[in-house]
């Protein structure tokens, strides 16, 4: 047992524990207790960053090889990290707004991470399925944080229900596995199937594994849950799925296939299934979207299905280009996410964001967007950067992780693959192009969008546009810094 191994979980679970026992003494004696659990949360973000720095120098397997620390998984914790300090920087409108929940709400953002960092170093199944479940269950209740919401408790539900039988097939797959391995442990079952033959059990419970993670990233067709949720949960919560959450959960799947090296099952072809699918679904399913809550969730699938047909090639390059694309994609959520957390409600109107399911409907439909450029052109222009970049238009960074992802599929000779998915892309550029047209050419109308005062949310959003415009001059440091880390 090494308990530095573990430092950086720890900072993040203890942060949360102070914040939730102050506020049982504290909080409901002082008013503005909120602000001190924003700065605890912040406090333990920076520690757990200061710790995970410290951890690339710990390399190897602890706890009798269930935890695994490596340059990759410090890596990958270091950027879920940062994505958390900025949701938090974000959410301090909400919280302020919503005092009485708000050492919850931040203490289950902190336990999520804390869940996703134990699993992205998972070095077996039993400590897989622990880590993934307290990853998963602050996410349910933050789904259904918002009381005053039908919607928000109708997506709570669902994604708890369906988040359940994830579960059932991750250990029915796990079962199965150990049941016809005699193993759980990564590196042991690496070493056994290397000059061995599979049992066809194997596969099958390594294929349940997976497939129990395509629904924990809302990959198609396991992305039922994701319009609903997007739709009913608060802004601020949206934002912490499409980035902290999907970006650990992607990078999960990554590693399943680096350390368990499934080549020789032969799931490429499942992989590209599921990402097309998921290009599919993500490509089509946001046209007719009016929510732009909706619209932005089922391009989040289309994202994904980017990522899998990345990593489907189970190549160096392939690997990389999944890596990048992730990155890339949960800094462009962050903007796009984040500015619906800039919106306070309509002028002319009592309708707020967040208060109700029939002001947030009215607020987040596109229309509402309406000649945005014309009373809020800063605000227009930073969104319209993060759709060009979404859609892929270069030189913005959106356009090289679309490029590596394609590079490598060619590489790897999946060529008809690679022209479905450039369609695809093109298609999913109508609807981010539509917002753009809705902001800039449609007359101004009576209720416009009001914006919130505070400076929090808009260095984010500010930070995120000028990433998309510098990326260029990063990308070959980046690049060499994901191959070092990767070993290839």
Known sequence: MFLPSIYPELALFCGALIILLSDVFFGKNKAEFFRASYFIALFSCLASLYFTAHSTFIVGSFFHGMFFVSSLTCFIKFIAVILLILVIILSLEFIAKEKEISAEFLALLLISTSGGMFLISANDFMTFYLSLELQSLPLYLLASINRKSGKSSESGMKYFIL?????GLLLLGISLFYGFSGTTNFDVATYLYSNNPVPPAV????????????????AAPFHMWTPDVYEGSNAIVTTFFATVAKFIGVMVLLRLFLDLSPSWIGL????????????AVGSFGAIKQNNIKRLLAYSSVGHVGFAIFGLSTLSASGIKACVIYMIIYALLSLGSFGFLNLIFGLKNSSHHA??????DNKIFDISSFSGLAKTNPIMAAFLAILMFSTAGIPPLAGFFSKFYVIGAAIKSEYYISSIVAVLFSVISAFY?????KVMYFDEVQENQLQFISRYNPKIVIGFVVAFNLLFIAFLKPLLDAIQTMLGF
Do not use: C, P, T, W
């Open 163 to 167: 988040g359940s039988v994830a579960s």
């Open 203 to 218: 596969i099958l419970g390594f294929l349940l594994i997976v497939i129990a993670m395509f629904f924990k990233i809302s």
């Open 354 to 359: 967040g208060l109700s399911d029939q002001s």
């Open 268 to 279: 490429e072809k499942v992989l590209i299934l599921v990402a097309l699918a998921s290009m």
């Open 432 to 436: 981010y192009l539509r917002i753009v």
